[in-house]
T-cell receptor, first 112, second 114 residues
Framework: SQQGEEDPQALSIQEGENATMNCSYKTSINNLQWYRQNSGRGLVHLILIRSNEREKHSGRLRVTLDTSKKSSSLLITASRAADTASYFCATGTIQGAQKLVFGQGTRLTINP | DAGITQSPRYKITETGRQVTLMCHQTWSHSYMFWYRQDLGHGLRLIYYSAAADITDKGEVPDGYVVSRSKTENFPLTLESATRSQTSVYFC?????????????FGQGTRLTVV
């Protein structure tokens, strides 16, 4: 079974609003990563957070990690139409940090 | 061009036929992966390779064969295609920067088994 599960499965907001997606996982991790997938394309890496980190920022992205709850969140601030995509969390375990296990993704739609 | 490329981008094959999906990367990354993406399942790992001549099963390996004789290539073969193998297949690679490295994905191969 998959390691990560994302919530919500779909999210639709207005341009300029903030979007928050959540990810839960089951086993101990080495790192957690977020990826974006535009329709019909491959996945693109957004941000990586290590298991000993609690928060990380990259531009309009903010990722938090709570290892006690086995959960992470991705916040996109001031959303743009170009942010419309599917977002996936992926976890690397202690036994296999590079062998990423993906969640089912959140489909984000930004309405103009 | 540098990067990771998959071929073909689209493939239609008949049940029972053998089909090979190709993946080539130019970064000399150690790790390479094959995932399949299906509605409702996200991405699931089929096989991965830590280096040339080293491969291991992922979550859903049945019906698939891989090889890695050269670092840059990681072909995926469906020995006898079934309709349940209709999916979008993604190849990915990651480097040797320790455990905290990102994966780079190809554009995907959309395979339809009829």
């Amino acid at each position: 079974s998959q390691q990560g599960e994302e919530d919500p499965q779909a999210l639709s907001i207005q341009e300029g609003e903030n979007a928050t997606m959540n990810c839960s996982y089951k086993t101990s991790i080495n790192n957690l990563q977020w990826y974006r997938q535009n329709s019909g394309r491959g996945l693109v890496h957004l941000i990586l957070i290590r298991s000993n980190e609690r928060e990380k920022h990259s531009g309009r992205l903010r990722v938090t990690l709570d290892t006690s709850k086995k959960s992470s969140s991705l916040l996109i601030t001031a959303s743009r139409a170009a942010d419309t995509a599917s977002y996936f969390c992926a976890t690397g375990t202690i036994q296999g940090a590079q062998k990423l296990v993906f969640g089912q993704g959140t489909r984000l739609t930004i309405n103009p | 061009d540098a990067g990771i490329t998959q071929s073909p981008r689209y493939k239609i094959t008949e049940t029972g036929r053998q089909v090979t999906l190709m993946c080539h990367q130019t970064w000399s990354h150690s790790y390479m992966f094959w995932y399949r993406q299906d509605l409702g399942h996200g991405l699931r790992l089929i096989y991965y390779s830590a280096a040339a001549d080293i491969t291991d099963k992922g979550e859903v390996p049945d019906g698939y064969v891989v090889s890695r004789s050269k670092t840059e290539n990681f072909p995926l073969t469906l020995e006898s295609a079934t309709r349940s193998q209709t999916s979008v297949y993604f190849c990915a690679s990651s480097g040797t920067g320790g455990p905290y490295t990102e994966a780079f994905f190809g554009q995907g191969t959309r395979l339809t088994v009829v």
